[in-house]
């Protein structure tokens, strides 16, 4: 089993490698557009912020080697109520919240231009298995180029997307670039703060760190038995 695990910055690429343990070997190469760092079945490289930097660095290791799933992994901000501080997330579905037009009547969605696409559809079997494993909430992961900032935002987000359990900043691209490999992909967040006013001090990015940790840990187990078993029933 060999999984591509693409992070926003090193901290989040550091917390999934721990998962390999105290004593697991990490192993460090360059491609074109990446650094990946090898630890156990993961591959896990520091992608930079965004979906754009996300989907390219994601599609320069996705051309370098063969995988068998791609996974966006790190930390993220929670709806209220759904998924609060120190809870995981696996995303049901990913979706491109900001991606379209403002138009007198509002946001219109990329797909009411005429073109692109909005979401991506992770393996039901896998995120069945994933939450089971990790005792996550699932839904939907909204990715953004501008975190949120104000409760009016918040609101409109759940108005506009009532399946939303979090929101973050390169799971589609992510996605994308699993797509156009032909790579089934998987989204899980940690939830390190609330989606909408930015409070600092009540940020906990260090025990989302650790959550994501101990998510990889079993996860590996899960992720191996829907690779080599599970994957046709998706």
Do not use: C, Q
């Not at 009411?112 to 979401?119: D, E, I, K, P």
């Not at 180029?145 to 104000?150: A, E, L, M, Y």
């Not at 990889?216 to 046709?232: A, S």
Request: negative net charge; hydrophobic residues 50%; charged residues 15%.
């Amino acid at each position: 089993m060999r999984v591509l695990v693409v992070t926003a910055v090193p901290v989040e690429r550091d917390a999934v490698t721990r998962a390999s343990g105290p004593g697991g070997e990490i192993f460090v190469h360059t491609v074109p557009g990446a650094e990946i760092h090898r630890a156990g079945p993961y591959d896990v490289l520091a992608g930079g912020a965004g979906p754009a930097a996300a989907a390219a660095s994601a599609a320069f290791a996705l051309a370098s080697d063969r995988y068998d799933l791609v996974i966006s992994a790190g930390i993220g901000g929670g709806f209220a109520g759904v998924a609060p501080v120190g809870s995981l997330v696996v995303a049901g579905r990913i979706g491109a919240a900001d991606l379209g037009a403002e138009t007198p009547a509002g946001f219109v969605p990329v797909t009411g231009l005429g073109f692109g696409r909005v979401w991506h559809f992770p393996p039901r079997s896998l995120v069945k298995a994933a939450r089971a494993a990790t005792r996550a909430v699932t839904g939907d992961i909204l990715t953004v180029s501008t975190v949120t900032g104000s409760a009016e935002r918040a609101a409109a987000l759940l108005a506009a997307h009532p399946g939303a359990v979090a929101e973050a900043m390169e799971g589609f691209g992510v996605a994308e670039a699993a797509a156009l490999s032909g790579v089934p992909v998987l989204e899980i967040r940690a939830v390190s703060n609330a989606v909408g006013p930015r409070d600092r001090d009540a940020w906990r990015i260090g025990d989302a760190l650790a959550a994501l940790t101990e998510a990889f840990g079993k996860l590996t187990p899960v992720l191996e038995g829907w690779i080599h078993h599970d994957r046709n029933d998706s």
